[in-house]
């Protein structure tokens, strides 16, 4: 080969592993589970307080854009992130790429809010924008949920909406918010898991992770949740794989749309019951984050009553199960273990499953949520034959197995 030639291709390495490099480097990774919500507080003089107050109920993440919407109040809304150890998506407000905040509290910036497939070549143009000026940010967009009507999506079914939007927006995380219906007369769960299983499906096809937005306050045709009902949302956020749970709303809109009130914190600034609840089930979910973010999702298992536990699970981790109602995520851990999260479909009453796992139980761990650790399974029931476990309402329990 002759000088020349190899310079040359020394020279095209060189620019390949620069543009490799650089490709990566750009793109926005998350370092961490993100707990967050929709309308941050007001920027007011009690604003230091009140990302304390966020801090204390344990929240990873502020998404801005309704209380600090100026550039003062984005900064100063920056500054506090970073003294509670708190990550934030905010408010462009009105600066181009090259203006925008840029500092490591600062995961990225609040682009769109549920777009149609019409505007999906702008956006891409947009974060192509922000990427190049500010690389490693994350251009957050949220999708509508797949109850949106064909003239909403702008697609003719939700599916194509999604994978389109992924496809020609080439965004590095896939977020879409969603209400279920939680009344006695109307059950919306079961949409709720298919739009799950369709940011599964495209998330995990596209290598990047998915968040969900989910319901804490009553409007419109929505009750007022219950904490088991909002463990319901976000267990069952988990057994599908998402990377991050979003309450709607923390602190309380006003407008007609929200007559009622009942957010996690009031338009007055008072803590509603949902404070304690969030801080509750928030703590739990801080502790599991860490091994939550090493799992790679390989299947979803709907347990109903009248099937047969063994035939829906077969080729899982899980050999036996009593019959009941569960919902069951399985998953790859990056060191090559298997995991199980076993959910309580149920938000009425606590579940006692008999468990058999393939393997030995003595080689059969559960990530403790108050402490994040590697624990032994403790059987709830020892008096009883089998591995008996207790579920409260709504909740889920996380469990690694030797890998196959």
């Not at 589970?33 to 929240?59: H, L, N, S």
């Not at 100063?76 to 462009?92: T, Y």
């Not at 505007?119 to 957050?140: E, H, S, T």
């Not at 790859?332 to 796992?357: I, S």
């Amino acid at each position: 080969m002759d000088t020349k030639r190899r310079q040359g291709i020394a020279i095209l390495a060189a620019c390949t592993l620069a543009t490799t490099t650089w490709a990566e480097t750009a793109r926005f990774t998350q370092d961490r589970f993100a707990i967050g919500f929709w309308v941050d507080p007001p920027a007011g003089e009690d604003m230091g307080a009140r990302y304390a107050e966020i801090a204390e109920a344990e929240f990873t993440l502020v998404i801005g854009g309704f209380g600090a919407k100026t550039p003062e109040t984005v900064q100063r809304q920056l500054e506090l992130c970073r003294k509670h150890g708190l990550r934030a998506i905010v408010a462009m407000a009105g600066l181009g790429p090259e203006q925008l905040p840029d500092v490591p509290a600062c995961w990225g910036y609040c682009v769109r809010d549920e777009p149609n497939a019409r505007d999906f070549l702008a956006l891409r143009a947009q974060v192509d924008a922000i990427r190049k000026a500010r690389p490693g940010r994350l251009a957050y967009i949220n999708l509508f949920p797949n109850y949106a009507s064909a003239a909403q999506l702008g697609t003719a079914t939700y599916d194509e909406h999604v994978r389109r939007f992924v496809e020609e927006v080439d965004v590095d995380v896939l977020s879409m918010d969603h209400y279920p219906l939680m009344r006695p007369d109307a059950d919306g769960r079961d949409a709720y898991c298919r739009n799950l299983e369709t940011m599964r499906q495209v998330s995990l096809a596209a290598k990047i992770p998915f968040w969900n937005f989910f319901n804490t306050m009553p409007f419109g045709p929505h009750s007022d949740p219950t904490e088991a009902q909002l463990r319901w949302q976000i267990y069952t956020s988990l057994a599908y794989g998402a990377k991050g749970v979003l309450y709607f709303c923390y602190w309380t809109p006003r407008g007609d749309e929200f007559p009622k009130g009942g957010a996690i914190i009031t338009a007055d600034g008072r803590r509603t019951r949902h404070y304690d609840q969030a801080a509750r089930i928030n703590f739990g979910l801080k502790n599991l984050g860490p091994t939550l973010m090493h799992l790679t999702s390989t299947g979803v298992y709907r347990i109903r009553p009248k099937d047969d536990p063994a035939s829906v699970l077969t080729g899982t981790a899980v050999r036996r199960l009593t019959p009941g109602e569960y919902l069951i995520g399985t998953f790859r851990h990056a060191d090559g273990r298997r995991a199980v999260l076993l959910n309580n479909y149920h938000f009425a009453y606590t579940a006692w499953p008999t468990v058999e796992f393939d393997c030995d139980q003595s080689k059969v761990v559960e990530i403790d949520p108050t402490t994040g650790r590697d624990t032994p399974v403790l059987d709830d029931s020892p008096a009883m034959s089998g591995l008996q476990l207790s579920i409260d309402a709504g909740a889920g329990r996380l469990f690694l197995l030797p890998g196959k």
